[in-house]
């Protein structure tokens, strides 16, 4: 009988170590983006073992290489390794920005360093969020269209009122773009996250 694991492969990020249940499975340590191309030309589901920037390192080369078809599974503290390889996928908005990277945790707008807040206009769909000065913006995926939700945060970087839509947009004297825990090297004047038109296969 052919092994129904046969078709999965875990990849690993930072040096983490392989959970005891994912044991047999092909097994690919992430050091280099093309060996997540390389691993998903033949695989049927991927388990990331690793952080939400590292899951969307894979989501963003599968948009990439156009193998949304690809299955993939993130073993957190959210998902465990078991439910990794047995659980259902079920497809979800997939949320981009204009450089053709992948959301999957949150996304900041923040100011720059040289100032308290941020100045511009924010729009999510046809609703502004903001026009003159704010202290930052949260954007974060959901698992339902419309795709995405934002709200702004106070000067104590207290979220207020989430606004839900396809799109938003940032358009701003200076800002930081923060996506799931890593900072932009350089200062933005527009910014976009948005919902691509196929999403991707989420196991869970």
């Known amino acids: 009988m052919a092994d129904p694991r046969a078709d999965i492969v875990a990849l690993l990020f930072s040096a983490r170590r392989l ?3 994912l044991t047999g499975l092909p097994v690919v340590e992430v ?3 093309t060996e997540i191309d390389a691993a998903s030309e033949t695989a049927r589901r991927l388990i990331v073992v690793g952080a939400d920037s590292d899951l969307a390192a894979v989501l963003t080369r599968l948009l990439r290489t156009e193998r949304l078809a690809v299955e993939v599974a993130h073993v957190s503290r959210r998902t465990a390794a078991r439910t990794a390889q047995t659980g259902a996928a079920q497809r979800v908005p997939l949320i981009r920005d204009e450089t053709g990277q992948v959301l999957v945790g949150a996304a900041y707008w923040l100011p720059t360093d040289e100032a308290r807040t941020i100045h511009g206009e924010g729009v999510v769909d046809d609703t502004v969020l903001f026009d003159g000065d704010v202290a930052g913006v949260l954007i974060e995926p959901i698992p339902t269209v419309p795709g995405l939700r934002a709200r702004l945060l106070t000067s104590r970087l207290r979220p207020r009122r989430w606004v839900a839509g396809r799109a938003a947009q940032l358009g701003t004297t200076g800002a930081i773009v923060v996506r799931d825990g890593v900072p932009a090297s ?10 691509h038109t196929e999403g991707w296969l989420r196991v869970s």
């Open 19 to 21: 959970p005891r249940a």
């Open 186 to 195: 350089r200062v933005v004047r527009r910014s976009t996250f948005y919902r």
């Open 31 to 33: 050091a280099d983006p």
